[in-house]
């Protein structure tokens, strides 16, 4: 158990937590923004995105079409 009585942690638990917020209220651009274009040109991420749609069309049902004869 820590020695720091609970009033000392638990005001340094607010401080933080009010630093945190104010951080949060200046950033006032959506999370999904701020990543947008990370992999932009990325060769890697390039083919992450081709074998996660290999992989998704492996798991579609192959049927035949309605008209076609097998």
Known sequence: MS???IEDRLA???????RLK???ARDDRP???AVA???ADDPIYDQ????????????RTKRPR???KP
């Open 3 to 5: 020695s720091v009585p």
């Open 12 to 18: 340094a638990l607010e401080r933080d937590m009010a």
């Open 22 to 24: 104010a951080q949060v």
């Open 31 to 33: 999370w999904w923004d």
């Open 37 to 39: 274009g990370t992999f």
């Open 48 to 59: 992450i995105v081709q074998l996660g749609r290999e992989y998704r069309e492996s798991l």
């Open 66 to 68: 309605a008209g076609r």
